[in-house]
């Protein structure tokens, strides 16, 4: 076992131009254990509500998540219903219910806690600094988060990502952490304040990697039709992580080979586009790891120059 | 002499958030063929009016471009204004006067005839196609075009393109052009109306090329500061036609190397990024052919794996 996932697992009502699921397993943590498990032993820390169904579980079972750290707890399980525009690059959220993530306190079975490899999901960053110090031999420990976080919770923000690796954030959410609208400028200013790299994902136009002595882009893959962005950016996450895991990565040995990191933004960009092919989770019923690699053979075909 | 560029020389007022310009050389014909002179000879066949300022055509002359075709003709140069939004992804057009280019009739000077290559500037449709029938041996023949054409001079422009080998767009224009959202299905489209390459350009997020039988894809380069983006577009076209023209690429005789193809996406974009260091075609006063295989090189480091 090796890397260790904390976020929310959801139920989700999703309509996109073209269709809708009323009820779909969904929630970050799901897609981002989901997308790592192609590359490394995942195990995930959340909490389900006593309607989590049997099928859910096996699917994540399946895949051969560690599920010692999800939590059933009595009442509903969070969930989220959203519409997206017909260019699908807006997205109205229509109802929020926490309901039993709303007291979501993550709980680390001990076999997890000398686990070398973290990754914290988009969660109340004092939830997120709590876990991230009882897993204080971890050697690789990044996250994502929400401009929620970042405009409404500031401090427990920057308490927690000064002790992170990496930090993997969209581009509107880095230029509002860093009150900076060049990106470039903007990623330099989150490298001062913990991460020593920044991965910034732009949605369909790909992503960027900032360290202070490196930066690496790809632009993003272009899919014959995007059915439902919902978790791409998550499942960029376990890509990434996933495949660094996977390498055995230690960015604190100090003799790393940097071109991993590149190789892991293009692992990330391969699992989110795989991820929009079908509705919610479906592409992982199906997807194999050669479907992966060739993707990834397909980036280097069509960027090499 | 190789390649031959049409299009308008105009005067510009611009404003952006780093500063204005009251009146400056512009014009997409001037951006195309001051990139592509780096790369190749380069003429042009344009108008201007009788204020037409010696002190730019000198910065043509000193750059080595042919303007036997620079008519000049009574009455005054193009001129336009428009200021940019705080983010620089929007400008708002204050005023055109097209003045002598209003009557613009392109004449090709005898000596232009027999070049190989062609780049024909955004300018009516029509007149695209007589320049191109004109000089009908050139062996690589491309051009560019804008909404206003594609909305109210659509026969005249698929006319016109049908003889064309590449185009250059900007996505907004190819979703149009091929009444498609989808980027990559629009591209297949416009390849069924003649040209055999399309070029999307997309602003700060890149390029793509897209042929029957392949994909290329690159980022756009990361700007410290865009101080103008005016005319990058231009110069994009110039660094891509221009590098190709250099090459002596012969796009007919079936047996080319398509990573030129790719190479000159990256000098494309290389001197794109290039033209919004600073305000008009202020930073092809000082840039040299070293500088811009310098850029080609970090493009390269930024985007291997």
């Not at 009820?23 to 389900?48: D, E, H, N, P, Q």
């Not at 306190?105 to 490899?117: H, R, T």
């Not at 053979?297 to 090499?304: I, K, L, N, S």
């Amino acid at each position: 076992m090796s890397l260790v996932v904390v976020g929310s697992v959801a139920y989700d009502a999703i309509e996109t131009p073209h269709g809708k699921r009323d009820r779909a397993l969904g929630g970050a943590c799901t897609y981002i254990a989901l997308s790592a498990s192609y590359f490394t032993k995942t195990s995930i820390v959340a909490v389900v509500g006593d309607d989590f169904a049997e099928e859910d579980r096996a699917l994540l079972a399946n895949r051969s998540i560690g599920l010692e750290g999800l939590e059933q707890a009595r009442g509903k399980t969070f969930f989220w219903s959203g519409v997206y525009s017909e260019d699908m690059n807006d997205r109205k959220t229509l109802r929020t219910d926490l309901n039993v993530f709303a007291e979501f306190q993550p709980k680390l079975p001990p076999l997890y806690v000398g686990q070398p490899y973290l990754f914290l999901g988009n969660i109340q960053p004092a939830l997120q600094r709590g876990v991230r110090e009882q897993m204080n031999q971890a050697r690789f420990v990044g996250g994502d988060t929400m401009n929620y976080w970042i405009s409404d919770y500031r401090d427990e923000l920057l308490a927690a990502i000064r002790n992170w690796d990496f930090l993997l954030i969209n581009d509107s959410e880095a230029r509002m952490l860093a009150k900076e609208n060049n990106l470039g400028r903007a990623a330099q200013k989150i490298l001062d304040l913990g991460p020593n790299t920044v991965v910034i994902k732009r949605g369909e136009y790909g992503a960027m990697l900032f360290r202070r002595d490196t930066l690496f882009m790809v632009p993003g893959y272009l899919l014959e039709d995007v059915f439902d962005p919902t978790g791409a950016g998550d499942c960029f996450a376990g890509g990434f992580t996933g495949y660094l895991a996977g390498r055995e990565f230690d960015l604190r040995n100090g003799h790393f080979d940097v071109h991993e990191l590149h190789r892991a933004v293009i692992y990330g960009s391969v699992m989110g586009s795989f991820c929009c092919e079908q509705f919610g989770v479906e592409r992982f019923r199906t997807l194999t790891r050669k479907d992966i690699d060739q993707r990834f053979d397909e980036f280097r075909r069509f960027t090499a120059f």
